[in-house]
Structures are given as structure tokens and as C-alpha cells.
């Protein structure tokens, strides 16, 4: 299976400033046939399931505030939070989807 | 408005069995794949099966494979696991997924249940 790793495992950062979460695959995941990478980024807020926040890498789910941005290829991703609001406190996952699904163990992200 | 709403968490017994349930409502069921996907208490996320939307294709985590059963039945808008020889282990808040897609092939997951609670302990 692919391992998912992320960093750091919290983080702290002040309203309005950027957050940024790093994913590393241990195995590329683009697609060779459609040059995608099968890379999604989930937000979990306590006491409530996992929400899609952005697939293909960067792609953002509809409805999802445009102050959440994901970038990267092949085995190295990141999530960025360009400004931080009180209600983006959560555990953020990244999942990979190009073989058998695996998950990152998460980065919780508080307010500093 | 999707829904998926599971049923059939519990307290149960090591060794015992367990069938968990999932209501789909508020999409064309039989157009997706479906999964199922846990979270132990304080833990991230595993997935745990997949089902494509004809029940072609099934697959199982390593850590539940011979023990847990998936399927579905779309006249029903229903999915299901059946958990047998249960472990300690195996207790998680078990969510049920909707896939984005109809084959279960690449599973991403666009929506989610509220889960229900699986304890195995004796």
C-alpha cells in the first residue's frame, strides 16, 4: 500500500495569516494516462465526519471557500489556508486514491 | 440533499458478529461505488471495503479481509458490513462513503455519514 505521510502533525497559526500542510506519497501518484494526480485533501472538524475539501490535487470542491488552495505533483503535496478563520480549526487528511485508498495520519490545526 | 445515514453500531463481544447498515438517500444510488471507512477513537481514518455500484468489484483492507463482508442492495438504497469474528481492534466510529464515482476503482470519497460506533470489548 501507498504510505501518506503529512507535516507537521499540529499547527498553530494566528487569524488571518497563511497555513500551510505538507503530504508526502511514498510512491508517485499521477497517472501516467491522464497526467492527474489522484490526491484529495479532507477537512474534519470535531465531532463530525470527514468533508471533501479538494481532489485532483487542486481541484476545489464546490462550495468550498477559495482561501483553500492544494498544489503539488507525483509524491509531494501541500494544502494551503491563505487567511486562517476561526472556523478552519479542524484535522486536515490527505488520501490518495490511485491504488487501495490511504490516508495521511492527519494535521490539527489550531488557532496560536 | 444526500444523506447517508448508518445503523447497526453497538457493544459487542470479541468473536461475536456484527451487520452494519447505511441508508442512501437524495442521489441515484445505483449510479456509484460505495465504501466503508473507520476511525478509531482519537485515530485517522482507514478504509475498510468498497463496493462498485453493480457489486462487480469489491475490495477489503488487508487488516479486515475474511472477516468483513460488503454489499448493497440498490432496490433498497442500501449498504451494508457484515463484521464477523470481531477484535478489539476493530473498534472505530464506522462511516459509510459515497464514492464520486460508479466503479470502486479509485475511491474518493464526496460524501459521508454521520457513522456509527462499533465497540468490541469484553
Known amino acids: 500500500d501507498i504510505v501518506m505521510t503529512q507535516s507537521p502533525d499540529s499547527l498553530a497559526v494566528s487569524l488571518g495569516e497563511r497555513a500551510t500542510i505538507n503530504c508526502k506519497s511514498s510512491q508517485s501518484v499521477l497517472y501516467g494516462s491522464n497526467y492527474k494526480n489522484y490526491l484529495a485533501w479532507y477537512q474534519q472538524k470535531p465531532g463530525q465526519p470527514p468533508k471533501l475539501l479538494i481532489y485532483?490535487?487542486?481541484t476545489r470542491e464546490s462550495g468550498v471557500p477559495d482561501r483553500f488552495s492544494g498544489s503539488g505533483s507525483g509524491t509531494d503535496f501541500t494544502l494551503t489556508i491563505s487567511s486562517l478563520q476561526a472556523e478552519d480549526v479542524a484535522v486536515y487528511y490527505c488520501?490518495?486514491?490511485?491504488?487501495?485508498?490511504?490516508f495521511g495520519q492527519g494535521t490539527k490545526l489550531e488557532i496560536k | 440533499e444526500v444523506q447517508l445515514v448508518e445503523s447497526g453500531g453497538g457493544l459487542v463481544q470479541p468473536g461475536r458478529s456484527l451487520r452494519l447498515s447505511c441508508a442512501a438517500s437524495?442521489?441515484?444510488?445505483?449510479?456509484?461505488?460505495m465504501h466503508w471507512v473507520r476511525q478509531a477513537p482519537g485515530k485517522g481514518l482507514e478504509w475498510v471495503s468498497g463496493i462498485s455500484w453493480n457489486s462487480g468489484s469489491i475490495g477489503y483492507a488487508d487488516s479486515v479481509k475474511g472477516r468483513f463482508t460488503i454489499s448493497r442492495d440498490n432496490a433498497k438504497n442500501s449498504l451494508y458490513l457484515q463484521m464477523n469474528s470481531l477484535r478489539a481492534e476493530d473498534t472505530a466510529l464506522y462511516y459509510c462513503?459515497?464514492?464520486?464515482?460508479?466503479?470502486?476503482?479509485?475511491?474518493?470519497?464526496?460524501?459521508w455519514g454521520q457513522g456509527t460506533l462499533v465497540t468490541v470489548s469484553s
Open positions: 485532483w490535487a487542486s
Open positions: 462513503a459515497k464514492d464520486s464515482q460508479w466503479l470502486a476503482s479509485h475511491p474518493l470519497f464526496d460524501y
Open positions: 488520501q490518495q486514491y490511485y491504488s487501495t485508498p490511504t
Open positions: 437524495g442521489f441515484t444510488f445505483d449510479d456509484y461505488a
